[in-house]
């Protein structure tokens, strides 16, 4: 959403404090040239959260009496008060309901075929005015918020505001804040501080639907339409070499069906019943790994997320048995009768029983500490390139671990045969 005219609704981010011009000189026209009378605002200069949004009541603080006051002389029966419509966050200004200027118009002259134009056509020509109203823009700093609008001198208004409480909504996908009230204007009922409701919009903002003449429709783009074939059907054909066995496993290299796919489209070559089977059956491998390969960032992450929930479930569960297992065993009675027992040599001192979150606490740190051992000892396979074999439950050699262990063998002979040479080299006469 382009922040360079003036908006409707908040946009979801801060894109109006970043320049999109090298300096404030660029694309601007001649003054003897047609052009805008609108100035250009540093972006440092710019408000970075707007709390006064479209929607909200305000009042004008500047302005003839006529337009800010409700008697048009002065402030004794109360103030104004205007809707927002607009703002335009790139030059810090507001547009009010009812705050207009007016524009010049050009007249058009009735067409030659008048009389044959609809009712609505020809009052567009009749109603023809020599201005129009535009709705003014008017800076920030000039308005401030009505909380309660009495249509008196009793109104109350926001004579500054604070934001706290900066967050980004996982729901609307925006970063928002809530705004308070840091000081109100006259003897007013709500407190100093009091956090202040956003403006709800008259309708619920709606996304555009896709264009079908140039987009795919949410109903086709969200149908299955992949259909991944189970390893079962591989099993015994020449393709299982091709499908990987374990999920550190590379993606399959060989391109051999996936050109064989390509020259069955061009025509090139017609496939026997064999090759045309293999296709058919690997390329939604081919695919999916293309598409959604098993390393992207919201699998890592999804499957990272699982195991935090997993380990924080099993976490509890421990320390629930470690209390339960010390409230059977009677909690710490007989703590006094062995520390008076000679041998231990603590007669006297006094040492308070542990209470049910010592209890636990000590349990889930017994339970990181070999959870952590798990995790080095698994990290140190899987670089020594073993795998995890789920039958027998023990980790085997793999092809990464052979090629390891006969590279360390190799390294160890040649140190080996260096030392033989070193042991049997003779001084020559």
């Keep these: 959403m382009a ?6 609704r ?29 100035k250009y605002v540093q972006p440092r200069d710019r408000i970075r959260k707007w709390n006064i949004r479209p929607g909200d009541k305000v009042r004008l603080l500047v302005g003839t009496p006529q337009q800010i006051y409700i008697n048009q002389q002065d402030a004794s029966e109360g103030w104004k008060t205007f809707n927002v419509k607009q703002v335009d966050l790139s030059r810090n200004r507001v547009f009010l309901e009812g705050v207009n ?26 109603d023809q005015k020599n201005f129009v109203p535009t709705m003014r823009p008017i800076h920030y700093s000039n ?35 809530r705004r308070s009230a840091a000081r109100l204007s006259g003897d007013a009922e709500v407190q100093v501080g009091q956090s202040l409701s956003w403006p709800k919009p008259e309708t619920p903002y709606e996304h555009p ?50 050109d064989a796919y390509i020259n069955h489209m061009n025509e090139t070559r017609k496939l026997n019943t064999q090759e045309s089977d293999f296709v058919d059956l690997l390329m939604p491998l081919y695919l999916s790994e293309e598409l959604s390969p098993r390393f992207a960032k919201n699998k890592t992450y999804k499957a990272y997320k699982a195991r935090r929930e997993f380990e924080e479930n099993e ?18 009675k007989n703590l006094k009768d062995i520390l008076n027992l000679d041998e231990i040599g603590l007669e006297g001192v006094f040492i308070k029983p542990r209470s049910r979150k010592e209890v636990k606490d000590s349990a889930i740190i017994q339970f990181d500490l070999e959870n952590e051992q798990i995790r080095k000892q698994v990290n140190l396979n899987v670089r020594e390139g073993k795998i995890y074999d789920t039958q027998s439950g023990q980790w085997i050699n793999g092809p990464k671990a052979d090629n390891i262990e006969r590279k360390r063998s190799r390294k160890a002979r040649k140190e080996r045969k260096a030392l033989e040479r070193l042991a049997n080299l003779k001084i020559e006469e």
């Design 3 to 8: 922040t360079t005219e003036p908006l409707s």
């Design 10 to 38: 908040i946009p979801r981010g801060l894109q109006h404090i970043i320049s999109n011009r090298p300096n404030k000189f660029a694309g601007k026209l001649p003054s003897r040239l047609p052009h805008a009378s609108t």
């Design 101 to 126: 200027n007016s524009k010049s118009n050009v007249i058009h002259s009735r067409p030659a075929n008048y009389d044959d134009l609809t009712s609505s056509q020809k009052q567009s020509f009749d």
């Design 143 to 177: 308005v401030q918020l009505c909380v309660e609008d009495n249509k008196g001198a009793d109104s109350i208004f926001v004579s500054r505001m604070k934001t706290y409480q900066t967050h980004f909504n996982p729901e609307t996908q925006r970063l928002d804040w």
């Design 209 to 258: 639907a896709p264009d079908d003449d140039l987009d795919t429709s949410n109903a086709v783009a969200m149908r299955d339409t992949l259909v991944l074939p189970g390893l079962e059907a591989l099993q015994n054909t020449d393709a299982a070499a091709l499908v990987p066995q374990h999920i550190n496993a590379p993606s399959p290299k060989d391109e051999l069906f996936a």
């Design 315 to 332: 976490r509890e569960k421990i320390g629930k048995l470690a209390i339960k297992e010390w409230e059977l065993n009677g909690k710490d």
